[in-house]
């Protein structure tokens, strides 16, 4: 016996052997089953049989047996109960096929007795019910083959559905990429405009300044670099645009035969479909809508694909298109600025142009006023030869001049005397009767006074009488400066000699005479001595020289020499060590005093203070050593380096500024001890200098040709290279008028024209 149970969408063949003992015997699911594509119609052949079988039981066991039972094991009504929607065919005990195959079968067995053919039917039955479960199991099997070829199908088209959506996304990033490319070549694009802005403010600067050959020329190679970066920007870009449009092309013809494939294999596959649809019975209709879901699934597939590429076509390509169209307008913009900045650029040439005429007029008017300029350049630097040769002149004639007037010139000054002091007649006749004229002078040029121990005249209040004098002494001077001459009459005739020390020379003034007879007066007044009036003057004559192309190197220097010791006034000291020697250069005329303060005086004001330390000094010294001041001589040396910017010529000359020791005679002084030794020192020195300027004028007029006693004293040593040859010496004797001092006056006096009586010749 075998029965066909359905539950939950289960056929169960069960085979029953004997009732209430049952088998499983084998089970398909329905659903399977239907999709595999087994034929309802066989199925419902399989349930007619088991009809058959059914019925055969009903007919041969029990025809009372309930129509509950008969019901119950109906394969029918149990697919129908089981909510099988499938449309079988009814195989109903009644229909015809049915009641035919029942005829038959009762047809064979007829001639057997009723319980055998009972027998005989059963297993026969259960031989064909048998056969057809083989035949059907093997048909089941190969439906499986046939759905297991459908699954691989299956797969392979979602594995080529896989594919395409990989393409797709592999487009994806490749137009992922080419935007990339694009914002690549807009910002390469921006750089190169950048670089072409800068390039051509560049140009447009160096434009400005160069030639217009220049101008051109850069002109050229900018239009030609704009030019040839845009051919190469449009270049790039239509490269660009036509590899797009390529890929483009290539993916819509990729796509279409993709898409063709995809047709062909639907149709294909359709066809199939239907081939196994004729083959599988129309019954298969939950296949068939499987393939439709597959079918629809493909179509979805497609429709994305076809999506993609609408969406390639639609949306990327148009963006292509307008950046292109972009990047053309770009490229328009950028030749309308192009135009603009050629425009801005003849601009440009015109006003470089309109300049380049002002440039030439003006240059011609520059060449014309440098012709004027060369011509007063010239003119100027004739009248600086000439005023070089003025300046020469003007020194060869000043020291000719000097030379007439001597080279040793000898002034007398008489300090005055206090006249309100003197009131009574006893007291002018203490006062040495003189006789000179201060304007009057002899053949020789020269000044004469007459000094006598007696009254000179009946009125012997004048200085200037003229009354026969007996016992009288004549002196012969250069000059005469009466008791009321001043530090400023006194200084107008050594201002010469001043422009000759800035000339070159070597120019020592002495200031001789006995103690209290006006030396310091007269050579270091502060107002008005000859060292301050001759600082003021060179100082003066120094910025006028300026403008003849003098520039001048001014050092001074202030000693003293007491006791044939040099002492350095600006910086006293009583170190042993510090020897103040005096060393000679013979070849270049120059002196040395080894250790000796030298200042670089600058300004008069510098010079002042310099005098004013050495001063201080020297009186300090004074008070220390007994009025050591009379007892010793100061120098106050001013040393020039001139040189000419204009005619390149040098000077070296020195300013010599001497106050003497006072010239007492030992007989009068009555001096002892240190003193005396003091007074024989200085009456050494100032003999020497006598001796010294004798000799001079001795080997100068031919008569001595031999030694000139330098050496004799520190003075006289010092001095060698300033007193001699070209040298001025200017020697004041001043004297005293008193009658007490007649000796001292008269010795002085004496000592004075000895010296003027040597007239240095120049060589
Ligand atoms: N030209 C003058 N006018 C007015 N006073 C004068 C003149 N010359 C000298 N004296 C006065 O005479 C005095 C002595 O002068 P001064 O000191 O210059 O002499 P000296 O020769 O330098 O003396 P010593 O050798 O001691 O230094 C001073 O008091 C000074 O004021």
Not at 409 to 435: F, G, Q
């Amino acid at each position: 016996m075998y029965t066909v149970f359905i539950y939950n969408s289960c056929i169960t063949v069960v085979s029953e052997f004997s009732r209430g003992n049952t088998v499983m015997d084998n089970s398909v699911g329905v659903n399977e089953w239907t999709s595999t594509g087994n034929s309802a119609r066989e199925l419902n052949d399989m349930t007619g049989v088991l009809q058959d079988v059914s019925d055969t039981r009903i007919n041969s066991q029990d025809s009372d047996s309930t129509q509950a039972q008969k019901s119950s094991l109906s394969p029918r009504k149990r697919l129908h109960s089981a909510g099988n929607r499938q449309s079988i065919p009814a195989y109903h005990p009644s229909s015809k096929s049915h009641r035919s195959s029942m005829i038959r079968f009762d047809s064979r067995f007829s001639d057997a007795p009723d319980g055998d053919r009972d027998t005989v039917r059963r297993s026969y039955n259960s031989s064909r019910i048998k056969n057809r479960i083989k035949s059907k199991r093997e048909e089941l099997n190969r439906l499986n083959t046939q759905v297991m070829t459908l699954k691989t199908q299956r797969a392979n088209q979602e594995f080529e559905n896989f594919k395409l959506e990989d393409r797709a996304i592999v487009l994806k990033e490749k137009l992922g990429t080419l935007n990339e490319e694009i914002e690549e070549l807009k910002h390469h694009e921006s750089e190169s405009l950048k670089e072409l802005e800068y390039k051509y403010k560049l140009t447009n600067k160096s434009l400005g300044l160069s030639h217009e050959e220049k101008i051109h020329k850069l002109k050229e190679e900018i239009s030609s670099d704009i030019e040839t970066l845009i051919e190469e920007s449009v270049r790039r870009n239509g490269k660009k645009k036509e590899s797009l449009l390529e890929e483009r092309d290539n993916l819509l013809k990729q796509i279409k035969v993709q898409e063709q494939e995809l047709n062909r294999k639907l149709i294909k596959l359709k066809e199939d479909y239907n081939k196994r649809l004729i083959m599988l019975d129309k019954g298969m209709d939950d296949n068939i809508s499987s393939l439709k879901q597959e079918l629809n699934s493909l179509q979805e597939a497609r429709e994305d694909t076809d999506r993609k590429c609408v969406y390639l076509q639609s949306d990327e390509i148009p963006n292509l298109n307008a950046l292109n169209e972009k990047l053309n307008k770009k490229l328009n913009y950028l030749k309308i600025k192009f135009h603009s900045k050629d425009m801005e650029i003849s601009n440009l040439k015109n006003q470089i142009l309109s300049l380049s005429t002002t440039r030439t007029n003006i240059e011609k008017t520059f060449e014309s006023k440098e012709t004027s300029v060369e011509y007063f350049n010239e003119k100027s630097l004739a009248l600086n030869d000439k005023l070089a040769d003025y300046e020469h002149e003007r020194r060869v004639l000043h020291n000719r001049l000097q030379e007439i007037k001597g080279n040793i010139r000898v002034y007398c000054r008489i300090r005055p005397v206090n006249v309100s002091a003197i009131k009574k007649d006893s007291d002018l006749a203490d006062m040495i009767p003189m006789e000179f004229s201060s304007d009057d002078f002899n053949e020789e040029a020269n000044q004469e006074l007459t000094i006598s121990k007696e009254p000179i005249s009946e009125y012997p209040s004048s200085y200037s009488l003229h009354n026969k004098v007996s016992n009288s002494h004549k002196f012969q001077f250069d000059k005469i400066f009466s008791p009321e001459a001043s530090n400023q009459e006194t200084f107008e005739e050594l201002s010469q000699l001043v422009q000759s020390s800035l000339d070159g020379y070597n120019v020592c003034v002495f200031a001789y005479g006995q103690t209290g007879s006006g030396k310091t007066w007269t050579m270091s007044h502060p107002e008005d001595g000859m060292i301050p009036s001759s600082i003021n003057k060179i100082f003066n004559d120094i910025n006028t020289l300026k403008s003849k192309g003098w520039d001048y190197n001014i050092e001074g220097q202030c000693l003293e020499i007491y006791n044939e010791t040099i002492i350095d006034l600006l910086s006293p000291s009583t170190n042993p060590n510090k020897k103040l020697e005096i060393k000679h250069d013979d070849v270049n005329q120059v002196t040395l005093v080894t250790n000796l303060t030298s200042s670089k005086l600058e300004t008069k004001e510098q010079a002042r203070q310099l005098l004013h330390r050495a001063m201080q000094n020297r009186s300090t010294a004074s008070t220390k050593s007994n009025e050591r001041s009379s007892r010793s001589h100061s120098i106050f040396m001013l040393k020039f380096e001139g040189i000419n910017k204009i005619s390149n010529e040098k000077s070296n000359g020195t300013l010599n500024l001497i106050d003497l020791a006072g010239s007492e005679r030992l007989s009068s002084s009555q001096v002892r001890g240190e003193r005396l030794k003091e007074t024989q020192a200085i009456n050494k020195s100032l003999s020497c200098l006598g001796d010294v300027i004798y000799s001079l004028g001795q080997q100068q007029n031919g008569t001595n040709q031999h030694h000139i006693p330098y050496r004799n004293s520190k003075l006289t040593y010092l001095l060698k290279h300033s007193l001699g040859g070209n040298a001025k010496t200017l020697m004041f004797v001043n004297i005293s008028p008193l009658l007490k001092n007649f000796n001292e006056t008269l010795n002085s006096l004496r000592f004075a024209t000895k010296v003027n009586s040597t007239k240095l010749a120049s060589k």
